[in-house]
């Protein structure tokens, strides 16, 4: 299980450091829409048209890329509060729950997307803005990044089943 854990990691940090990327090249084309839209460098030119569309599509790939290698650092958005302030065995037994909850939901979404996915690429729907694109290749992201955050959430429960009968000392709020 370690050997596929560290695999795992690995896989994660190279899709973060792939949504990171994506970052910088967002940016760039932001710099430059805005660059050409206020200085006349190139005649005829007034900003990147398609800037708007390609960084909405950037930050979505952001999120979902990064989302699995943050759940992993411990790095996600955590209330803990009151996990703290009840016995330790209780707040254990919660976080368990959470993880079966989370891992339902995920399994949720990944039928649902993969579902909506082929729906879209069956149909051969197009989304019309700038630019025309396949609506599908909006779609299989979503799919794909719930079932790596499923595969870390099974991988939070095995750490968390394995350890001591307390909460997690990732992400937490307070020491």
């Known amino acids: 299980m370690q050997a596929l854990s560290a695999a795992y990691d690995r896989l994660l940090l190279?899709?973060?450091i792939v949504a990171s990327l994506m970052l910088a090249?967002?940016?760039?084309?932001?710099?430059?829409?805005?660059?050409?839209?206020?200085?006349?460098?190139?005649?005829?030119v007034h900003g990147v048209e398609w800037s708007n569309e390609v960084s909405e599509a950037l930050l979505y790939w952001i999120t979902l890329l990064a989302a699995p290698w943050l759940l992993r650092q411990g790095q996600h958005i955590r209330v803990?509060?009151?996990?703290?302030a009840i016995p330790k065995r209780i707040a254990w037994g919660c976080e368990l729950l959470a993880d079966v909850l989370a891992l339902g939901c995920c399994i949720a979404l990944?039928?649902?997307?993969?579902?909506?996915?082929?729906?879209?690429?069956?149909?051969?729907?197009?989304?019309?803005k700038t630019l025309v694109t396949p609506?599908?290749?909006?779609?299989?992201?979503?799919?794909?990044a719930f079932a790596l955050l499923a595969i870390e959430v099974v991988f939070r429960m095995h750490?968390?089943?394995?350890?001591?009968?307390?909460?997690r000392d990732d992400a937490v709020s307070a020491s």
Do not use: F
Request: net charge positive; hydrophobic share 60%; with cysteine.
């Open 80 to 84: 803990d509060i009151l996990l703290r």
């Open 25 to 44: 090249t967002m940016m760039l084309i932001i710099c430059a829409d805005v660059l050409l839209r206020n200085v006349a460098l190139v005649a005829g």
């Open 14 to 16: 190279a899709l973060a």
């Open 110 to 128: 990944v039928v649902y997307g993969t579902k909506a996915a082929w729906a879209s690429y069956a149909a051969g729907s197009v989304t019309i």
């Open 135 to 144: 609506e599908w290749w909006s779609l299989v992201p979503l799919p794909a």
């Open 159 to 167: 750490r968390l089943l394995n350890g001591e009968r307390a909460p």
